[in-house]
């Protein structure tokens, strides 16, 4: 059935109909190899008007890239029934023209095809405008993929997305990966979420979508990307947005420097000023305002040499000089003027700045006010110098040293007095000057001092420039810095020779004296005993008395010149010891029960271990030890009569204390009072005889011992003086 029986048009107007509207027809009888075509067909495909052209002059006039295409559709037509296909036909103008064939091909109850009939139509130029378009895409995909541009588009409704390789390779991918809009949304850095959030809310209101934010690479890496994109609303509902995504991490990178290193030149506490070759200023910070009170509009643009005081003019002439050579000048210190006149002292550093080719256009300046730095310098010197006058004008030798004790600075005292030379000592050490027999001593106490931070303080013998050793009291304080570190040590050498000497002479005496009392003041004792046991049973009371009261007296000189023998011996180092074995328990009863008797007024109670305790010491020597305790506890409580001794002991020492509730002694005296000759100083005080040594006799005679002498006391409230000492040997 041709066409026109099927949709019911006579086929002359059919004809008409279709030559009208550009549409060609062709017929074709294959078992007579009939060919019919309308007029327009003949034009379609460039056969002369009225000449008679075979199915077979076909093939020839399609353009030779189409023609394979165009054979194969036929072979399947004459399967299917259906044709349908488009080519090219090429004219002999060598003009070329787009055909869309549509048709059908008839088959006999054989199967055989018998006929085929169909239309022409002209798509030249809907194929003209397809291709425009195809390559004008192909063009726009192109500049995109040599650019930094990703192409998307994103359907609001299905939440799919269709996406440029760019995209992918921006977001760390692959090209040809496959990404869901979800896995792109992960990607966001989590505190830029909230930015993208919002510019899709916003771009849902009004069309556009455009954001900065970072996304996170599949390697961690961070970028930054700028996305900006167009909406598409179908009544009024937005139905999907497509647009561009750009890497700009290279340019936010470039843009964080320039605001970082704006920030470091606005804040810089130096001036930063640049300037030309020909001194003109280029920029101005706001520090180089503030310390030569121009501002930015009063110098860029002006020459350089307003703040440069005109007897200096000369140098910036060096400096341009130096900076052409692609040299800096470093630390170059000058002075320049402010707005108001002030000459300043400044250091400069200065750097040639490049263009792009590398030449040198002009230099940066950083300028540092050091006016205040210069002027504590000058009154660091002036203070120093009167310090070393006022130090080299004391008689004292003064020293000092670093942390590590090195000493490092003497005054003139030191050089007159030893005869020594800076490098002398500098070569030979300061210990050269101290006595063989002091050094060791010396040493250690100086060791002890670096070590710990005590002050140093010792008496040694220094040798003077005449080589004569002479006494000296060295001491040293550390000082500090304000968190309490040690900074350095201060010392001073006190020539205390004559002192030394009158303090031998009066030990001499105090030797010969009591050595040549002890003898006579004995013989006196023995005397007054006999003359005691003589009358005794007569009725003189005077005489008694006279002679009991001589007796006493007799006892406290005896003990007086005791003290003062051992206290020579003690210096002379004559002190001995004999040690014994007997129990401490017999000891403190006996040594208690002789003072209970001097003493009746003061009642003396004993704590003590059952068992004996037997220790190996000299006995004697223990018990004027716990004598001058007791003595002292009964002397100094006048108002309270109650005394107590204790005794503990363990498998390896044995403690003895001897507590009173009288005067006591303030904390800052406990210390002192074992001196040789120290008394403390009261009004309370005063008023009890003594000379001060009997501490210091017990101290020595524990130490011997190995032991240990303890005192707690609080003011008003009574002492407790102690001793520990092994109980072996
Ligand atoms: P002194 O002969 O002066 O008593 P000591 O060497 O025995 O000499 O004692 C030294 C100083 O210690 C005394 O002058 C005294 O000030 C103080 N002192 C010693 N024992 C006591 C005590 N039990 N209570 C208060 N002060 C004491």
């Keep these: ?383 120093e110098a009167k310090f070393r006058l006022l130090a080299d004008s004391m008689p004292q030798k003064i020293w000092t040293s670093d942390i590590k004790g090195n000493l490092n600075y003497f005054n003139k005292a030191v050089y007159d007095e030893s005869g020594l030379q800076y490098e002398d000592i500098y070569n030979y050490g300061w210990m050269d000057v101290v006595h063989p027999d002091d050094k060791e001593e010396n040493i250690r106490r100086w060791k002890h001092s670096i070590d710990t931070g005590e002050d140093f303080i010792l008496e040694h013998r220094l040798r003077g420039y005449t080589g004569e050793y002479r006494w000296q009291l060295s001491r040293a304080i550390p000082q500090k810095d304000c968190n309490g570190n040690i900074q350095m040590w201060v010392g001073t050498s006190t020539d205390i020779h004559q002192i030394k000497e ?31 046991s003589i009358y005794a049973k007569k009725e003189d009371t005077f005489l008694n008395n006279a002679l009991l009261t001589i007796d006493k007296q007799i006892i406290t000189l005896t003990t007086l010149i005791g003290d003062l023998l051992d206290m020579s011996k003690i210096k002379t180092g004559a002190l001995e010891l004999e040690k014994q074995q007997f129990d401490i328990n017999t000891l403190v009863e006996e040594t208690v029960k002789e003072i209970r008797y001097a003493t009746p007024a003061h009642s003396i109670n004993i704590t003590k271990p059952g068992n004996n305790i037997e220790v190996f010491a000299d006995k004697r020597r223990i018990s004027q030890a716990l004598i001058n305790f007791l003595t002292n506890a009964v002397k100094y409580s006048p108002n309270n009569h109650q005394v107590d001794v204790t005794v503990t002991a363990n498998n390896k020492e044995v403690h003895v204390s001897v507590r009173d509730y009288g005067i006591g002694i303030d904390r800052q005296e406990h210390e002192k009072i074992f001196e040789r000759f120290y008394r403390v100083e009261g009004k309370d005080e005063k008023t009890y005889p003594g000379f001060g040594i009997g501490l210091f006799i017990a101290s020595e005679i524990i130490k011997k011992h190995s032991g240990k002498i303890m005192v707690t006391s609080e003011k008003g409230k009574g002492s407790t003086f102690s001793f520990i000492i092994p109980t072996h040997n």
Excluded at 279 to 295: C, D, K, L
Aim: charge should be negative; aromatic fraction near 6%; glycine fraction near 4%.
């Design 1 to 383: 059935m041709s066409i026109a029986e099927k949709i019911k048009i006579p086929d002359e107007e059919l004809q008409t109909i279709l030559n009208s509207a550009g549409i060609a027809t062709f017929n074709c009888h294959f078992p007579t190899d009939t060919f019919i075509v309308s007029e327009r067909y003949m034009e379609m495909f460039d056969f002369d008007k009225g000449s008679k052209p075979s199915i077979h002059d076909i093939p020839a006039r399609i353009h030779p890239d189409d023609l394979d295409y165009r054979n194969e559709i036929i072979k399947v037509a004459f399967i299917t029934g259906t044709i349908n296909y488009e080519v090219r036909i090429v004219h002999r103008d060598r003009s070329i023209h787009w055909v869309r064939v549509n048709g059908s091909i008839t088959f006999d109850e054989n199967k055989q095809p018998i006929s085929s009939i169909g239309i022409v139509t002209d798509v030249t130029k809907e194929k003209n405008i397809l291709q425009s378009l195809e390559e004008k895409e192909l063009r726009l995909r192109l500049a995109m993929d040599v650019s930094k541009l990703g192409i998307w588009d994103l359907d609001f409704t299905t939440d799919d997305i269709i996406y440029s390789e760019k995209v992918a390779e921006i977001l760390g991918h692959p090209p040809s990966a496959i990404l869901t809009h979800q896995q792109m949304v992960d990607q966001i850095y989590p505190d830029d979420k909230k930015i993208v959030e919002d510019a899709l809310a916003a771009a849902k209101q009004n069309g556009i979508y455009v954001y900065n934010a970072r996304f996170i690479r599949p390697d961690n890496s961070v970028i930054w990307a700028h996305m900006k994109g167009k909406v598409i609303f179908n009544e009024g509902v937005p139905i999907r947005v497509y647009g561009t995504m750009t890497d700009i991490t290279e340019n936010r990178i470039i843009d964080e420097m320039k605001t970082t290193l704006a920030a470091i030149v606005a804040s810089s506490e130096d001036a930063i000023v640049s300037k030309r070759l020909d001194g003109i200023v280029t920029s101005w910070n706001n520090s180089a305002e503030r310390i030569f009170g121009y501002t930015p509009e009063e110098m860029i643009g002006q020459h350089i040499s307003k703040i440069i005081p005109p007897d200096r003019l000369n140098e910036e002439t060096t400096i341009i000089e130096t900076l052409k050579k692609g040299l800096r000048v470093e630390h170059f210190e000058t002075k320049r003027l402010t707005k108001d006149g002030r000459l300043l002292d400044v250091s400069l550093a200065i750097s040639p700045l490049k263009n792009s080719n590398g030449m040198i256009i002009g230099a940066s300046k950083v300028a540092r006010d050091i006016t205040e730095q210069k002027k504590i310098i000058r009154d660091l010197q002036e203070s």
């Design 502 to 532: 009158s303090e031998e002479q009066k030990d001499f005496f105090i030797s010969i004296a009591s050595h040549e009392l002890k003898t006579p003041v004995t013989s006196i004792k023995g005397y007054v005993q006999i003359l005691l």
